[in-house]
Structure formats: C-alpha cells, structure tokens
Nanobody, 120 residues
Framework: QVHLVESGGGLVQPGGSLRLSCAAS????????MGWFRQVPGKQRELVAT???????NYADSVKGRFAISTINAENTVYLQMNDLSPEDTATYYC??????????????WGKGTLVTVSS
C-alpha cells in the first residue's frame, strides 16, 4: 500500500510563506493527478491546487496569485509554495493523488495531513 507523506506545515505570521511537500512512499506506475486540499474543523474539505501529469494546474480562487503547485517529479513528489499567507489559510492541508500502483491498481490516495496555522 502506497502512502502519501506531507511535511512543511507549521506556524507562520500573516504575510509569511511556507512550502509544503508531499512524497509517495513508493513510486507509482503512473500518476494522473496530484494536489492539495485543506480542511478546517466543521467544514468540508476544499480543493487548494492540483497538477495533472502533463503539468496543467488548477487553483482555488482564494489562493490564485499566492500559491504555486509544482509539477510532479520522477519521485512522485509535489510541492505547494504558499506566499502572503493570511489567517483564513489556517487549516490542515492534505496531499492527494490519483495514481496507478505497481499492481496496476488505480485509485485515490490521501495523506494524513499537515497543519498550517497563520497567526500573529
């Protein structure tokens, strides 16, 4: 079973920056899409940004111009650069992938999440 492992969360002041990383525990046979979602208690998980295998990206309107998702590298790692953070960005950020593993099984994968807190 492949796992997604996030890192890079933490406490940052408003206006600051953080870089999140997501790595797969094993290399997928093929990755269709990877991305980031976020969730605050009592609310639904929402899309932040995704990147397709070919490099096409998609962002939530609330983060356009501030966040940037990397392309998917050969190690099935993806990064989320978050700039000009605001308290409204405080959430647990989850890495997501839709991929095919070494047994030709395709499905969705989720990481356990990394907490981002934006506060002065």
């Amino acid at each position: 079973q492949v796992h997604l492992v996030e890192s890079g969360g933490g406490l940052v002041q408003p206006g600051g920056s953080l870089r999140l990383s997501c790595a797969a525990s094993e290399r997928f046979r093929e990755v269709n899409v990877m991305g980031w979602f976020r969730q605050v208690p009592g609310k639904q998980r929402e899309l932040v940004a995704t990147v397709l295998r070919g490099g096409k990206t998609n962002y939530a309107d609330s983060v356009k111009g501030r966040f940037a998702i990397s392309t998917i590298n050969a190690e099935n790692t993806v990064y989320l650069q978050m700039n000009d953070l605001s308290p409204e960005d405080t959430a647990t950020y989850y890495c997501y992938a839709n991929a095919i593993d070494s047994f030709y099984s395709g499905k969705d994968y989720w990481g356990k999440g990394t907490l981002v807190t934006v506060s002065s």
